[in-house]
């Protein structure tokens, strides 16, 4: 980015008190990534989606006491270069899966659930159960998607491709034909996606393309009445880091949609995944939480890539988190992350340039 562009505190989830975004941002070498916002006029953000499948999004009826609406929405990825969406699998809610397995049915579905609990690799029932009431079984012979499938944990969203089928207990069971974690995929931009917007059962909205549509919906609840919904499919860079030997897919801070929205309205974090800052000279760098929904912790990094201190934040917390030297770089990601994977103050954080070599 050419231009200056100036953060205000506030306005991110993890706002820069005063700083500027720019400088070696334009010689990172990055990919295309997308994903999809829904707003609700006097609400807020409802829902922010990355992975491809049938979304539920519920929120309360502000018409009807203790009644609630849903919208639905239907993300599809071309099935071109690094995308795993092949043709023959139904898009279902996991609602809607849990029908056609009961009924004896037996369709290839794709499913976006979150996981539940772990159940080891019983055949009987499954590597994993999920919050929507489905049975995650892997097909013996197949040692990378088991692999795949029991490196799962309690809380994580996943995309399952594969057949339903009903247990001998009664139980919905997918047999996977594919399991996507949302973990990073170095080097593959974002395929093209088509997003659709249903409401009461019927197509009301659809995006093929980068941009926003808005519409007024009538309330499922008290006639007359009308619920306003903003649908926005997003495109944006990010960039493939190296985080003490580990790789990290991080969405790049420098545009206009990344300085305001940041990680608010997000309930949380893809595995290996977080947000890059990258600022124009050196500068201690102040970092407060203001309208984060889920823990960070953040990561303070000089010019060659040196971690200088890792500070954690809670949801609301207005405590600063402060460089302890002046930093080019923040790296913001899931609370114990760095922890986890052994990368604390003097660990390196490596990043592609546009030349190959450079670093």
Not at 240 to 263: F, N
Not at 284 to 309: H, Q
Request: hydrophobic share 40%.
């Amino acid at each position: 980015m050419s231009a200056k562009h100036f953060i205000a505190a506030g306005v991110l989830v993890g706002a820069v008190v005063l700083t500027q975004v720019g400088g070696d941002a334009e010689s990172l070498r990055t990919r295309r990534g997308s994903d999809v916002i829904v707003f609700r006029h006097g609400s807020g953000t409802l829902a922010r989606l990355r992975l491809p499948g049938r979304h539920e999004v519920g929120f309360p009826c502000k018409h009807a006491r203790d009644q609630r609406e849903v919208v639905v929405v239907n993300i599809t990825r071309q099935p071109t270069g690094g995308s795993t969406d092949q043709p023959g699998y139904e898009n279902v809610t996991p609602g809607q899966a849990l029908v056609l397995a009961l009924k004896g049915e037996s369709p290839a579905v794709c499913v976006c659930d979150t996981v539940r609990e772990l159940l080891g690799t019983d055949a009987a029932e499954g590597v994993f159960a999920t919050e929507g009431g489905l049975r995650c079984r892997v097909p013996t012979g197949v040692p990378e998607l088991a692999k795949l499938a029991g490196g799962v944990r309690a809380g994580q969203k996943v995309v399952m491709r594969g057949r339903l089928s009903a247990s001998a207990k009664g139980r919905a069971v997918i047999t996977v034909d594919d399991l996507e974690t949302g973990a990073p995929t170095p080097g593959q931009d974002e395929p093209a996606w088509t997003v659709g917007f249903e409401w009461n059962g019927e197509r009301v909205a659809s995006l093929a393309r980068p941009g926003r549509v808005t519409i007024e919906l009538p309330c499922t609840h008290e006639e007359g009445k009308i619920e306003e919904l903003t649908l926005q499919l997003r495109q944006f860079r990010k960039v493939d880091l190296r985080v003490g030997g580990h790789i990290v897919e991080a969405e790049l801070a420098d545009d206009k949609e990344a300085r305001s929205y940041g990680l608010q309205g997000r309930d949380g974090l893809l595995p290996d995944h977080g947000m890059w800052f990258v600022f124009e000279q050196p500068y201690r760098a102040v970092f407060v939480m203001k309208t984060v929904s889920f823990p960070l912790s953040i990561a303070f990094v000089r010019d060659d890539g040196t971690i200088v201190n890792i500070e954690k934040r809670d949801p609301g917390e207005l405590r600063e988190a402060k460089a302890l030297e002046a930093v080019r770089y923040v790296l913001e990601m899931e609370q114990g992350w760095f922890t986890r994977h052994g990368a604390g103050p003097g660990a390196k954080v490596e990043w592609p340039k546009d030349k190959e070599g450079e670093h």
